[in-house]
């Protein structure tokens, strides 16, 4: 980690991707003072500051900082149930610390973590410095109606809430549950308004809360500032979300034309996590240990993701990048481009992937004005790439460079 200590840097590569257009630029300069970003040009258009120093990034290709708009910073190993009895707490922070360093490394600056209550702190400890990660949008507890996705239902209920669920039934319940959120530091307010995939007794086109319970949710939230994120899968959950207000849509696994258009509309971001498409075929051709109800399940939305996905695309919604990982095998923190590398596979264009990633993300979560592009205002929050992403989204991956505020947690030029 480098702290470059307030002098200028002027920060040169062979191709930028700002987030902004809808090219790349060849041969960039972006001018870095105390952690912002003061002025991007061409190479030599930039007036140099006396005492400026130069990094050049040879032939990388620069992008805003990625984000993930839908992590679960919970230090989960397995999908075994048995981990909510076998592993201490303690022990799920440790893993949870690691996820976050993996994180910055693999070129996220910025994550939303949509429910845990371990994100809480993880944010709290990357804002004083004791351990390095991304910037945290947390949403600490999640919401969810009695025997919702949000309750873990092989669980007694006094467990589940020890766990940091809170369980609301009711506009009234719903209004003290988004307080209490709003008492432990939530940045934002995660509900459930369908069941699941990894929730027992339920299914993703069950359809949870009512559109009365969530507008107090919405109204509450709003009141101080705070989005309203909603894990909705199926047509009907889908519809109480955007009925009641919420600001983005999670999964969204089946659309028809009706939401989308509700999604438009409404202006509401749609995150559909697509990249569970490919988690859950693993899953089954490799034979995970997973219980029976969450495979049955995961069959299910094989078919229907990618489609909801191109549809949603080509209509126009705004879709911005999040994976839902959590951490087990087939979901490990490090791996959050494959949202957008999957978004291409499956039909979307590599700039725009790029943006679902980065811009979109930012908006979506936001933090439009302060991140999700390389422009004069923003957070210096830089990755540098080996290859050109346009011709093979895959050289996401091959992040050698993260700055994040300016400084430089990463930098393996050869
Ligand atoms: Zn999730």
Redesign the pocket.
Known sequence: MVNVNGSPIILQAKRMIDGLHDDAIDYPEILIKNGYIVEVGREGEIKKPPDVMYLDLGDLTILPGYIDA?V?LIGRRSYSPSENFVVPHDLKVIRAVEDCRKLIYAGFTTVRD??SRIALSLKRGVNEGSIIGPRIIAAGRPISQTGGHGDIHYLPREDVIKKGILLADGPEECRRAVREAIRDGSDVIKIMTSGGVGSEKDAPWHPQFTVEEVRVIVEEAHRVGKLVAS?AQGVEGIKIAILGGVDSI?HGYFLNNEVIQMMLDNDVYYVP?LCLVEVYKKSIEEGYDMPPWRLEKQRMCIEAMPKSFLAAYKAGVKIAAGT?YFGAPLREHGYNTDEMITMVKYGMLPMDAIKAGTKVAAECLGLGDKVGTLEPGKYADIVGVQGDPLNDISALREVKFVMKEGVIYKNAIS
């Open positions: 839908h679960h949509m429910g894990h999670e996590t839902d």
